[in-house]
């Protein structure tokens, strides 16, 4: 295939055939960005704001996406001489959003609030809302997660999840935010509260951010509010954001990508909240002297290092107490860090093919596979669960005393009848393109991939395949040998590198006798003269089909 008909079919693959389709595709603006008007709830929630005299506390998450929707409400109200406190509930000690817990210590420490709200979080804290009501506490929610049965008695609910046109259904707590931001300026201006300058610029880019890293669909909105954050990072980003860049890469790049915000900035503002407090990240972001972004940038980095570090550990124990054949996986790490439970149960999943839960302390993180809704199986197992939530691929959850081997059973039960026996644990990964020749790898070929970007959610990095290859050198690579470089027979096909398989390196070379089939993305090296990489997502074995 030439280069022009493998864009083509990867843009038919996304939906994106008619001429009006690929417009907005190839060149989304800003200009097309939907009236904040249009998001139900959003009047309403500006009104109620707008008119409170009052200390106003944005309650969000200590994760990035809410930490990037705190940073752009409380900065928005703090433009519009608002008396606002940010708070953010601890991990460890609180859980996620209002729980009892946090909301008492909120309230102990804003005593004269007026009227809370809440980003990335509060649909499903009905309880907590009431109370708060109950109190004289005015109560505004701004969310995207899935709610409940029963919606909390707010002054106001912003949710794409509970009402809203098709094209706003997939923003990101801090996309909402964003849009209520512009709401509560413009309505503002009319009001004649406020005459000074646009503020969006750096709160766009915090919703771009987030996007990416909470893995909404780029698509749409999203993809607008991701490009345009690309586009204007180094201009009109938070100095924070800016100092973190430069302390997680050596070489910042003139144009940054979606894996720039997914793969070196989410990580690390999520690493605050993990293994700190998310306030951390949060005071990083609106740090407005240079020597504080610095030094908030290096505390932010640092946690991130402790991160990497508990989470190989945790790792490698979760692999050893895997049961074999199990439709689903609930392993139990009574020594391990709450805080990483997610990541090490994304990195078993990866390696299994099947949903996966990590308990650390009684406390989960769920990650799961296409089929299995996960917010769904732990309703369906909610008897054996004090509290749930998230989304269809992701979610956390406390297991009730003793009842860790009862969710273990009713999981698997679920999984396996949901998926069916035959199609546990099948995770064979094929490439969209098929490629004949290594000599249809070319930088021509990678450049075109590129003017698909942003990449991520919805609108995957594209991937290609090519059967029946021989592996002519494997090793390892990186501190302590985690990545690998693979160099094929055929000359023809460029270096692939592998990264966090370092440990089936003998595995590979054992393979060099056997026809294998490769799936790959295509990078870019400027490393000595401008060349294309491989960087490998799977090695099959090869079968004639």
């Given at each position: 295939?030439?280069?022009?008909?493998?864009?083509?079919?990867?843009?038919?693959?996304?939906?994106?055939?008619?001429?009006?389709?690929?417009?907005?595709?190839?060149?989304?603006?800003?200009?097309?960005?939907?009236?904040?008007?249009?998001?139900?709830?959003?009047?309403?929630?500006?009104?109620?704001?707008?008119?409170?005299?009052?200390?106003?506390?944005?309650?969000?998450?200590?994760?990035?996406?809410?930490?990037?929707?705190?940073?752009?409400?409380?900065?928005?109200?703090?433009?519009?001489?608002?008396?606002?406190?940010?708070?953010?509930?601890?991990?460890?000690?609180?859980?996620?959003?209002?729980?009892?817990?946090?909301?008492?210590?909120?309230?102990?420490?804003?005593?004269?609030?007026?009227?809370?709200?809440?980003?990335?979080?509060?649909?499903?804290?009905?309880?907590?809302?009431?109370?708060?009501?109950?109190?004289?506490?005015?109560?505004?929610?701004?969310?995207?997660?899935?709610?409940?049965?029963?919606?909390?008695?707010?002054?106001?609910?912003?949710?794409?999840?509970?009402?809203?046109?098709?094209?706003?259904?997939?923003?990101?707590?801090?996309?909402?935010?964003?849009?209520?931001?512009?709401?509560?300026?413009?309505?503002?201006?009319?009001?004649?509260?406020?005459?000074?300058?646009?503020?969006?610029?750096?709160?766009?880019?915090?919703?771009?951010?987030?996007?990416?890293?909470?893995?909404?669909?780029?698509?749409?909105?999203?993809?607008?509010?991701?490009?345009?954050?690309?586009?204007?990072?180094?201009?009109?980003?938070?100095?924070?954001?800016?100092?973190?860049?430069?302390?997680?890469?050596?070489?910042?790049?003139?144009?940054?990508?979606?894996?720039?915000?997914?793969?070196?900035?989410?990580?690390?503002?999520?690493?605050?909240?993990?293994?700190?407090?998310?306030?951390?990240?949060?005071?990083?972001?609106?740090?407005?002297?240079?020597?504080?972004?610095?030094?908030?940038?290096?505390?932010?980095?640092?946690?991130?290092?402790?991160?990497?570090?508990?989470?190989?550990?945790?790792?490698?124990?979760?692999?050893?107490?895997?049961?074999?054949?199990?439709?689903?996986?609930?392993?139990?790490?009574?020594?391990?860090?709450?805080?990483?439970?997610?990541?090490?149960?994304?990195?078993?999943?990866?390696?299994?093919?099947?949903?996966?839960?990590?308990?650390?302390?009684?406390?989960?993180?769920?990650?799961?596979?296409?089929?299995?809704?996960i917010r769904e199986a732990m309703e369906a197992n909610k008897s054996s669960l004090e509290r749930f939530g998230g989304h269809a691929a992701a979610g956390g959850f406390s297991v009730k005393?003793?009842?860790?081997?009862?969710?273990?059973?009713?999981?698997?039960?679920?999984?396996?009848?949901?998926?069916?026996?035959?199609?546990?644990?099948?995770?064979?990964?094929?490439?969209?393109?098929?490629?004949?020749?290594?000599?249809?790898?070319?930088?021509?070929?990678?450049?075109?991939?590129?003017?698909?970007?942003?990449?991520?959610?919805?609108?995957?990095?594209?991937?290609?395949?090519?059967?029946?290859?021989?592996?002519?050198?494997?090793?390892?690579?990186?501190?302590?040998?985690?990545?690998?470089?693979?160099?094929?027979?055929?000359?023809?096909?460029?270096?692939?590198?592998?990264?966090?398989?370092?440990?089936?390196?003998?595995?590979?070379?054992?393979?060099?006798?056997?026809?294998?089939?490769?799936?790959?993305?295509?990078?870019?090296?400027?490393?000595?003269a401008r060349h294309v990489e491989l960087r490998l997502i799977a090695i099959e074995p090869h079968f004639l089909v």
């Amino acid at each position: 295939m030439t280069t022009a008909e493998i864009i083509e079919k990867l843009l038919a693959l996304r939906g994106v055939v008619s001429p009006e389709e690929r417009e907005r595709f190839f060149n989304p603006r800003l200009g097309d960005l939907c009236k904040a008007e249009e998001l139900p709830g959003v009047v309403e929630a500006a009104d109620v704001i707008l008119n409170t005299r009052g200390k106003i506390v944005v309650f969000g998450d200590y994760d990035c996406d809410g930490v990037c929707a705190t940073a752009i409400l409380a900065s928005t109200l703090k433009a519009l001489k608002k008396t606002v406190a940010m708070f953010l509930p601890e991990r460890l000690s609180e859980g996620y959003g209002m729980t009892d817990k946090s909301v008492e210590r909120m309230l102990n420490e804003n005593g004269d609030v007026e009227l809370v709200v809440t980003v990335d979080n509060g649909i499903n804290s009905v309880s907590q809302i009431a109370t708060l009501e109950a109190r004289g506490i005015k109560v505004v929610v701004t969310d995207h997660h899935l709610p409940g049965e029963e919606l909390p008695e707010a002054e106001a609910i912003v949710n794409p999840k509970v009402k809203s046109p098709e094209k706003l259904d997939s923003l990101c707590g801090a996309g909402v935010a964003f849009f209520l931001s512009s709401r509560l300026v413009s309505e503002a201006k009319r009001r004649g509260l406020y005459s000074g300058g646009n503020i969006a610029g750096p709160l766009l880019v915090l919703a771009g951010l987030a996007t990416v890293t909470d893995v909404m669909p780029l698509l749409g909105q999203n993809r607008i509010l991701v490009t345009e954050a690309l586009k204007r990072f180094h201009s009109l980003a938070p100095l924070g954001l800016k100092e973190l860049l430069s302390r997680a890469t050596k070489n910042v790049a003139s144009e940054l990508t979606a894996r720039d915000f997914g793969f070196l900035l989410g990580p690390r503002i999520n690493a605050a909240g993990r293994m700190s407090s998310g306030m951390e990240a949060l005071e990083l972001i609106l740090s407005e002297e240079r020597e504080a972004a610095r030094e908030a940038a290096r505390i932010v980095d640092t946690r991130n290092v402790e991160r990497k570090q508990i989470e190989q550990s945790m790792t490698e124990e979760a692999m050893e107490k895997i049961v074999e054949g199990a439709a689903a996986q609930v392993i139990d790490l009574p020594n391990g860090h709450q805080g990483i439970a997610g990541i090490v149960a994304a990195r078993v999943l990866e390696r299994l093919g099947v949903p996966v839960c990590v308990v650390a302390g009684g406390h989960g993180s769920a990650r799961s596979v296409e089929g299995v809704n996960i917010r769904e199986a732990m309703e369906a197992n909610k008897s054996s669960l004090e509290r749930f939530g998230g989304h269809a691929a992701a979610g956390g959850f406390s297991v009730k005393e003793g009842m860790i081997d009862e969710f273990r059973r009713g999981l698997c039960e679920y999984c396996e009848k949901t998926l069916g026996k035959e199609n546990i644990g099948k995770k064979v990964k094929r490439g969209e393109i098929e490629l004949r020749s290594g000599k249809e790898i070319t930088l021509e070929l990678a450049d075109a991939v590129r003017t698909l970007e942003p990449f991520g959610e919805g609108n995957a990095e594209p991937t290609f395949e090519m059967r029946g290859v021989y592996l002519a050198d494997v090793r390892a690579m990186g501190a302590e040998g985690r990545h690998l470089t693979v160099d094929f027979k055929d000359s023809s096909v460029p270096r692939a590198v592998w990264w966090n398989h370092g440990d089936i390196v003998e595995d590979l070379r054992r393979k060099a006798s056997e026809k294998v089939d490769v799936v790959f993305t295509l990078e870019i090296s400027d490393y000595q003269a401008r060349h294309v990489e491989l960087r490998l997502i799977a090695i099959e074995p090869h079968f004639l089909v």
